[in-house]
């Protein structure tokens, strides 16, 4: 059993940590108050390889293996939760099943220019007002065939990516007769006609990061634009949240990370009672119990990439690497204002701005809730 990184993950690490410092870090305050996406940082992570993490050369893409990926989307989210969660969701929810699952010509026709910056991102579309955890008989956007085309109605809700992107990954449903093979996913360009994008949602947090609603009527695009198998979708959807949840884990690690940072140069530097805050013990269990956490965080996340690099199962450990680290991600966040005491809670410290962005990380992706049944289920052979 080995502990360490790589050579090449370690080079790797420290070229991404170098990047966001100088691209990414020094932009997140304004890229939170403004809601402006950070396309200036954005553009410049395509020759890095950060916009085709997973995909491979032959178009385009860096293909690290999935530590690698998760140590990208860290380190990411240590500069900027906005600019983390559009990436992520880039990389993950969308490139990751066309490359998973798309034919040659659907990778050809994508995957070049989605992975090396020369287009906008890329999206996944599931969530609906009457479908977030429960896809399989909550989503009611449809997709017909006629002739040689498929017809879609219907509309989604906090689609990540929406306004920012090229290209929409859909969860339709294909057979209106319902059950585990009455979905499917559907490429469907967002400059498709028929296709609406409503303002961003006004959120708590990762304001530079867009969250849309979508409308699809009448949306006609080629039969060919199936991704997978028909009637697949449910199974290729659940497939894709498992690496998501992998990224979300180490999302959370990054911001917890910043967050932890900070509040240990804020103990140096406050003083109270004739001595820095860091000599108080209130603090330093803080700060150690930070400390100890996110490095049980990171493992667990590198633990869940590894098992995908490897191709086993991960289900269930991808669904325990994102309860322990947003969980522990909130709490380190949630510490770090406290360590700040009454400027924490003001926007002129970054640690208001990381707990507001970390808040996202239990309920995205699957909430809690959901990751504590995934895991009761694999423990208990339900």
């Keep these: 059993m080995n502990f360490q990184l790589s050579e090449e993950q370690r080079e790797f690490r420290h070229v991404v940590h170098e990047f966001v410092a100088k691209e990414v870090k020094p932009m997140a305050r304004h890229t939170d108050e403004t809601g402006e996406f950070n396309w ?14 997973e995909v491979p050369e032959a178009y385009g893409g860096a293909a690290v293996d999935a530590i690698s990926a998760a140590i990208a989307i860290e380190e990411l989210a240590w500069g900027c939760g906005s600019t983390a969660l559009a990436v992520s969701a880039h990389n ?5 099943p066309i490359v998973r699952y798309g034919t040659e010509a659907q990778k050809q026709a994508w995957l070049p220019d989605l992975a090396t910056g020369k287009g906008k991102l890329a999206c996944l579309s599931l969530t609906e007002p009457g479908a977030g955890s429960d896809l399989q008989g909550g989503v009611r956007t449809t997709a017909v065939k006629e002739g040689d085309s498929w017809i879609i109605d219907g509309s989604k809700m906090w689609m990540t990516n929406a306004s ?26 967002t400059n498709a006609p028929g296709v609406s994008i409503a303002p961003a949602e006004k959120k708590m947090g990762l304001n530079g990061s867009p969250t849309h609603a979508v409308s699809f009527e009448e949306v006609r695009v080629p039969l060919a634009n199936v991704l ?37 140069k804020y103990a140096h530097e406050r003083q109270t009672f004739g001595q820095p805050i860091a000599h108080h013990q209130a603090v330093q269990w803080m700060l150690a119990d930070a400390a100890t956490e996110i490095q049980a965080a990171r493992l667990m996340v590198y633990w869940a990439a590894w098992l995908k690099g490897e191709g086993r199962p991960y289900t269930k450990e991808a669904a325990m690497t ?10 380190v966040c949630r510490n770090a204002i406290q360590v700040h005491g009454g400027y924490g809670y003001s926007r002129e410290f970054e640690v208001e701005r990381i707990y507001r962005d ?10 809690s ?3 504590r049944l995934v895991i009761a289920r694999h423990i208990l052979n339900l």
């Design 164 to 189: 920012i992107a090229d290209l929409m990954v859909v969860l339709c449903r294909t057979d209106p007769a319902g059950g585990s093979r009455s979905l499917s996913h559907i490429l469907v360009p």
């Design 322 to 331: 994102k309860l322990f680290a947003t969980e522990v991600s909130e709490r």
């Design 228 to 264: 997978g198998t028909e009637g697949r979708g449910l199974q290729q959807t659940l497939a894709t949240l498992d690496g998501g949840r992998v990224s979300i884990g180490a999302l959370a690690v990054g911001l917890a990370q910043a967050a932890y940072e900070a509040a240990v």
């Design 369 to 371: 809730e959901i990751q």
């Design 358 to 367: 970390t808040r996202l990380m239990t309920i995205g992706e699957g909430t």
């Design 92 to 96: 993950g929810l969308a490139l990751g």
């Design 40 to 53: 200036t940082a954005v553009r410049k992570m395509g020759p890095l390889g950060l916009l085709g993490l």
